[in-house]
């Protein structure tokens, strides 16, 4: 256990090249030889110069360049493409040795390195010198003719730098047929890195190996490396484990209705694709949330694969999108470009750059599928994923877009930038009733409740909007056909109404009948009974009559006239009860 | 060893003084006591001793007593032989192990 511990204690000496370190857990081995291999134009003086200098800038640690192969003007000349202002540190912490072999100089006999070394000692002490890099050795051994040699002074350097301690880089060129005659270097050496240059369907693929690192974990795949004006940029296939910050803030879409959909809008730091067919409105919902961005007062970047920045700000203008006054605050970045043959890991270490330099919290990828024709090739889809996750480790909220016909097309999952999106929103076109009108549909939306239902997005001079679509007949009704759908409702309530009004008057007609009827048979009852009143009035009084005309009768008879009494008591019932009854 | 003038006044040159009337100047870059050093300077002082006599002026200059010399002369390999004077400048590298190939690059141009 103990080895191991002792192994782990190998100190690193960080390059500052982008991704290398990370790759290798700290940078080159300290103290220690590396091996930089490579075909011509693969970045290997680039890697080692950046090395070099960024350990004086960074690290503020002087170094030595000794050049085999180039002149130091030259390089210096080369560097200057970087930015990194090579004169000042040469004047203060960089040493430069031009090493080359004038071609007139006539040899005889053997020769070595042994006064170059005592230069290099000499200097490295006067500068306080880490690190040194020797590039294009393969120059100077060519002239020792002798493999035996030629390992002899390998070895001469190897020793050197172990003897002063110094951190080196050695770079060598290889051949694209496997090179035997240098391969004891990477076994002499440290740390071997290996640099690529492939050409695929006419475009470059620069890559770069760690292929072995003593006493080191380290990434031995082979990771794409481009070279921006930074210097050389290895992109890291994003971190091991996914572990992004998260926020809960939801920042507005631009349009009110969307932010309803999704229950308060896009995540912020989330990733948004709005996929959908030519003309479908990709680009105003993108210029919605750039500009809704921008009125927050936050930094946005605008990046076009297919239009001039000048051209899409006319064109949203013409659905009142104004972004003119966010690019004059330097609020709004646009940045239009086109993409460059199938390698697009250039195009996005150029992004970066430019988000870096920009520094914008939204940004707007319009359209991302400009890239994903490119994409068919591995390195590149890796390149869009890694970008992405570049975007999220920033915290930053990006809408692409993708243009896509339909939604389970083979685009959206070959490129995985599906399976990246956060939110997905699809907007394609229905074609109903010889119209074409826009539907927009929420695909996806991670974290977010959001609404299953199709909505019509109409655009206008005055702007978006988005419209509830209407069912009817099982099928959703949109642009005219819902106008139509809509007045023909309107006209069926009115004639609704109508009739249920007239059904009102008629039974209040009815109605009416009914109590009229009610009186007349009402006011008969009356008459009924007035009559049977003057009826029986007129029964009683012929009663009284004849009741005292047998009373008279009887009276004039002195007659008994008992049974003729009682029948005409019964008769007249209980309406006046003749008080003569009683009498008996 | 550090430098080293060395004048040779043995006349015992193949080539007829009336040839070469001027002096000769060289200057031999060496690493301390390495093989391929050590070899020069034998190398080197047998040459002028045998060819050009008393005209030879051959200075000697170690590069590990006296390492920035390289810088101010170019120096990347040693043994490095220089040839001063006459002009033009003229530069061999190596141990000097062939005297017919270092008197024909001393004497071109």
């Known amino acids: 256990m103990k080895f191991y511990a002792r192994q782990a204690a190998v100190t690193k000496a960080p390059t500052g090249i982008q ?3 990370e790759i290798t857990g700290g940078g080159l081995p300290c103290g220690r030889t590396t091996l930089v291999l490579g075909g011509p134009g693969c970045g290997k003086t680039v890697f080692a110069l950046q090395a070099l200098v960024n350990g004086a800038r960074q690290a503020n640690e002087a170094g030595m360049f000794v050049a085999f192969e180039e002149s130091t003007r030259q390089i210096v000349a080369n560097a200057s493409t970087f930015g990194w202002d090579l004169p000042a540190l040469v004047k ?61 002074e390998i070895y001469r350097i190897r020793d050197w ?17 496997e090179d035997h005659r240098y391969s004891f270097m990477q076994f002499m050496v440290d740390c071997v890195v290996v640099l690529r240059h492939q050409v695929v369907d006419g475009s470059a693929f620069r890559h770069l190996r760690v292929m072995k690192y003593r006493g080191s974990d380290f990434a031995g795949d082979e990771f794409p490396i481009s070279l921006t004006s930074e210097g050389l940029q290895l992109t890291n296939r994003g971190p091991r484990e996914l572990n992004h910050e998260v926020s809960d803030e939801r920042i507005p879409t631009g349009l009110a209705r969307l932010d309803h959909m999704l229950r308060g809008g896009y995540h912020r730091g ?42 899409i700000v006319r064109n949203l203008r013409s659905v009142s999108i104004d972004l003119a006054p966010h690019v004059a605050s330097g609020v709004l970045g646009m940045y239009s470009t086109r993409t460059r043959g199938p390698n697009i890991e250039d ?66 999952t070959t490129t995985g930038i599906s399976t990246i999106a956060d939110t997905w929103i699809h907007l394609s076109y229905v074609v ?14 991670r974290g977010t409740g959001h609404s299953n239902q199709v909505r019509e997005l109409t655009l206008s001079d005055d702007g978006v909007t988005l419209t509830d679509v209407f069912m ?113 | 060893v550090a430098d080293e003038n060395l004048t040779m006044s043995k006349p015992t040159s193949v080539v007829p003084p009336e040839a070469h009337p001027a002096p000769i100047r060289l200057r031999l870059y060496v690493s301390g006591n390495a093989p391929n050093s050590v070899c020069a300077i034998a190398n080197a002082k047998a040459i002028c001793a045998s060819h050009f006599e008393s005209r030879c002026d051959l200075e000697i200059i170690d590069l590990v007593a006296h390492p920035l010399r390289a810088v101010a002369d170019e120096i990347i390999v040693t043994p490095t032989l220089i040839k001063l004077l006459p002009l033009p400048v003229q530069r061999v590298v190596g141990n000097l192990s062939d005297t017919t190939q270092v008197l024909l690059a001393l004497a071109s141009a």
Not at chain 1, 140 to 152: I, M, Q, S, T
Request: charged residues 25%; contains cysteine; aromatic residues 4%.
């Open chain 1, 432 to 445: 109903q009733d010889g119209e074409r009108n826009r539907a927009l549909t929420i695909v996806k939306s």
């Open chain 1, 19 to 21: 991704g290398f370190d």
């Open chain 1, 92 to 152: 203060k912490r960089l040493f430069f040795l031009d090493a080359r072999l004038d071609p007139e100089v006539v040899r005889v006999g053997d020769f070595d390195l042994g006064g170059m070394l005592a230069l290099l000692g000499a200097k490295a002490k006067a500068l306080g010198a880490k690190r040194i890099v020797f590039d294009g050795i393969d120059v100077l051994l060519g002239l020792l003719d002798d493999p035996a040699k030629e390992r002899l």
């Open chain 1, 270 to 311: 989330s990733n948004v694709l709005i996929s959908g067919a030519p003309g479908t409105a990709k680009s105003t919902l993108s210029g919605l949330f750039a500009t809704a961005a921008c009125a927050r007062g936050e930094r946005t970047l605008y990046v076009s694969f297919d239009e001039g920045a000048n051209q």
């Open chain 1, 472 to 584: 009817a007949q099982g099928k959703a009704l949109m642009g005219v056909a819902r106008w139509e759908w809509e007045q023909e409702q309107r006209a069926a309530q009115e004639r609704t109404t109508v009739a249920s009004d007239l059904k009102r008057l008629q039974l209040q007609v009815a109605q009416a009948e009914a109590v009229a009827r009610l009186q007349v048979v009402q006011t008969e009852i009356d008459a009924r009974n007035a009559e049977m009143s003057v009826l029986a009035l007129a029964t009683g009084s012929a009663n009284r009559l004849l009741k005292s005309d047998q009373e008279v009768l009887r009276k004039l008879r002195h007659g008994d006239a008992e049974p003729a009494k009682a029948r005409a008591a019964i008769k007249v019932g209980g309406r006046r009860k003749p008080h003569h009854v009683k009498t008996h």
């Open chain 1, 347 to 412: 195009q996005f270490a150029d992004l970066r750059e430019r988000v870096r330099a920009h520094r914008p919290r939204c940004l707007v990828i319009d359209p991302l599928s400009a890239l994903s024709t490119k994409l068919a090739h591995l390195a590149s889809a890796d390149a869009a994923q890694q970008f992405l996750d570049f975007l999220k480790g920033e915290g930053i909220t990006v809408v692409n877009t993708s243009l896509m016909d339909g939604l389970n097309t083979d685009e959206a």
């Open chain 1, 161 to 177: 730098l172990a003897q002063t301690g110094l951190t080196g880089i050695i770079t060598q060129k290889v051949g694209y047929t």
